[in-house]
């Protein structure tokens, strides 16, 4: 078997998110496994906010097929973004939203999403760790044909959970992270 392709991004394009250092402790953990790490920004990827009569008019939006084309050729999906009134980031759907659009790449049919392994993770500056993003993300990847890993991360008090190497100082969120990726690499490869 090859070398599993795992993509990794943040829903977040602040600067200075704590989701982005989350993005960074994961990276720094897929490093110590054997797969083929591709990180994006999604601020390399803009994209208006979604319209049917916009689509209907100009077509899909350039980013928007370059991501599903990304998209396709990966195994395995890590998605990291913040909580926004208990759901996900409007960046985050917005993205999913066009990406899913995306139905012929180069001629062939598109499906950017499904049959996918997806690891979901969140970090908050709250208590709770983003987790009710987490539910909701679940929910709409599910319902694109990803398989999700029951596998999750919500890091709670995230202003404080990183070290000066930007990973997690909590000792139990630093093992949850490693088993998460874990579960990703080992999923993921069963798709190469």
């Known amino acids: 078997m090859g070398r599993p392709k795992i993509l990794v991004f943040s829903g977040s394009i602040r600067s200075g998110s704590v989701n982005t ?38 077509g899909i939006p350039k980013h928007a097929v370059k991501l599903a084309e990304l998209f396709q050729t990966q195994n395995g999906i890590l ?16 993205t999913i ?27 908050s500056p709250g208590g709770m ?25 919500g890091v709670s008090n995230a202003f404080s959970a990183f070290d000066d190497q930007d990973k997690l100082s909590n000792e139990r969120q630093a093992k949850m992270l490693s088993i998460a990726v874990k579960s990703l690499v080992e999923k993921s490869t069963l798709l190469v």
């Open 21 to 58: 250092k989350l993005v960074d402790a994961f990276v720094g953990e897929l490093a110590l496994t054997e797969c083929e790490v591709t990180r994006i920004s999604l601020s390399d990827y803009e994209l208006p906010l979604y319209d049917g009569d916009l689509e209907a008019s100009k």
């Open 79 to 94: 998605f990291v973004g913040p909580e926004y009134n208990g759901s996900i980031s409007p960046l985050m759907k917005n």
């Open 97 to 123: 939203d066009w990406i899913s659009r995306v139905k012929e790449i180069k001629g062939n049919a598109a499906s950017p999403f499904a049959n996918k392994v997806a690891l979901i993770a969140s970090a």
């Open 129 to 153: 760790g983003g987790i009710s993003s987490l539910s909701h993300m679940r929910d709409i990847l599910v319902r694109l044909k990803m398989l999700v890993l029951s596998e999750q991360l």
